[in-house]
């Protein structure tokens, strides 16, 4: 991997010495280019261009953006950026071929995955010399697969990013062309605890990769994103868990039980999806000396998390009850594992053992949960599969209510999707220490 170090400020330059080459902004340098100490330089215009800012002795290049290129031997990058969209591919190689350069460059931002597969087929198609980068979190996959998209070099960061989605050099030299990337689909993610997690997995086992986000609010061509990008595997989450299944090749029986994927694998191109939620409602379960059998379970929600748990509960001999405000989902999820349904308020928690939260309440919302918690008392248990001091967890614990924490549940599904992609078992202590 060939790392450009985009400067910040020309004192960035004392940062410099893991890059390949270095870009000066001049925008960002007050207009001066600073010693560069030997390392290959190339020095980005915004508007005019005006050799005579340049060093006497300069031979790098010269990033002209789209401006009409200039008399000198000097290399030059013609470059486009745009920072609402990416262009189709059809139309980035239009924008490239109508410039005059010797690499050329296009850098847009990354709204899903369709620009990703755009910013790809692009770089298949064109002929030339080029760098092909997509901006912001969804885009940084892109600085990171130099030789897939054939790019002449990428940049990383020393000091502050100069772009959205950058990676520092140093990360990106240990990471390198070849490193294994993992993810999460879901929308949204900014509260996601999962690559501090996988990341810190991937670290300790020793194992040179990356678990990116890939926050989106649809999935088409995903399948072709991680077959393109060389996508190792990614984990799945809200509100994807169900529709992800029509991308993919093969899924297991406890997916196809479930009716919902949260881990996907790649296999040199064939996809295959599993449901390690199960997994991790066993270890939550197990942690909080909780076994179901013989005992009555409610299951508050509808959704991919609680069609796991129900596929769970099935498997043992307890007495399970599926209660939600959307009686049509809650109803056809009781139908499937042959549970009962009932309203929400005709729930009464004093009829049960646990009470397992399925909702979004406490994450992605403040509530109130769909039953009334106020007779919950110390001869319960409560399993609130979202993670982290919860409304419904502070209430537990002033009621001395027994706690299955769904910060457990999240670290053994996290561990159970890391074997699947790496062989690595017993990552959850690992896991586990990442989560409040």
Not at 174 to 194: F, H, T, V
Not at 219 to 224: A, F, I, N, P, W
Not at 357 to 365: A, D, E, K, Q
Request: charged share 25%.
């Amino acid at each position: 991997m060939r790392v450009c170090a985009s400067l910040s400020k020309a004192s960035d330059v004392g940062l410099i010495d893991e890059a390949d080459m270095v870009e000066v902004r001049l925008d960002l340098s007050e207009n001066t280019v600073p010693d560069t100490r030997g390392k290959d330089t190339l020095v980005t215009y915004r508007g005019a261009i005006d050799l005579s800012v340049l060093p006497p002795d300069f031979e790098g290049m010269i990033d002209i953006g789209e401006e009409e290129r200039p008399e000198t031997r000097l290399g030059i990058v013609a470059s486009h950026h745009d920072y609402e969209a990416t262009p189709n591919s059809e139309r980035i190689l239009s924008i490239l071929n109508s410039m005059d350069a010797d690499v050329y460059k296009i850098a847009s931002s990354v709204r899903d995955f369709r620009d990703l597969m755009s910013i790809l087929d692009a770089s298949r198609s064109f002929k030339g010399k080029h760098v092909m980068l997509g901006m912001g979190s969804l885009g940084t996959v892109t600085r990171i697969r130099q030789n897939i998209l054939g790019n002449e070099f990428t940049f990383g960061y020393v000091g502050e990013p100069t772009a959205p989605g950058q990676l520092n050099v140093s990360e990106m030299k240990a990471l390198g062309d070849d490193c294994m990337i993992l993810g999460i689909l879901g929308n949204p993610l900014g509260k996601s605890r999962s690559p501090a997690m996988q990341n810190a997995a991937l670290k300790a086992a020793g194992i040179n990769g990356i678990y990116l986000p890939f926050e989106c609010a649809d999935l088409e061509q995903v399948e072709e994103v991680i077959r393109g990008y060389d996508i190792r595997g990614v984990n799945v989450t809200i509100p994807h868990k169900q529709t992800v299944i029509e991308h993919l090749d093969i899924i297991d029986d406890a997916a196809k039980s479930i009716g919902a994927v949260n881990t996907v694998v790649n296999d040199d191109g064939v996809l295959k999806g599993y449901n390690t939620d199960v997994k991790g409602i066993e270890v939550a379960l197990k942690r909080s000396g909780f076994d179901p059998e013989d005992k009555r379970v409610l299951i508050m929600g509808s959704g991919g998390a609680a069609r796991a748990c129900a596929h769970f509960m099935s498997k043992t001999e307890c007495d399970v009850t599926i209660t939600g405000r959307n009686r049509d989902t809650g109803r056809a999820l009781a139908d499937d594992f042959e549970m009962l349904y009932r309203t929400p308020e005709s729930v009464s928690v004093m009829m049960y053992d646990l009470i397992v939260n399925c909702t979004p309440v406490g994450m992605y919302s403040d509530g109130p949960y769909p039953i009334n918690t106020t007779h919950l008392n110390h001869h319960h248990t409560v399993f609130d599969m979202v993670y982290g001091e919860t409304p419904l967890v502070k209430e537990c614990i002033r009621k001395e209510c027994k706690i299955a924490y769904g910060a457990d549940m999240l670290a053994g599904q996290g561990a159970a999707s890391f074997e699947l992609w790496t062989g690595v078992k017993d990552s959850f202590d690992v896991m586990r220490r990442e989560l409040p």
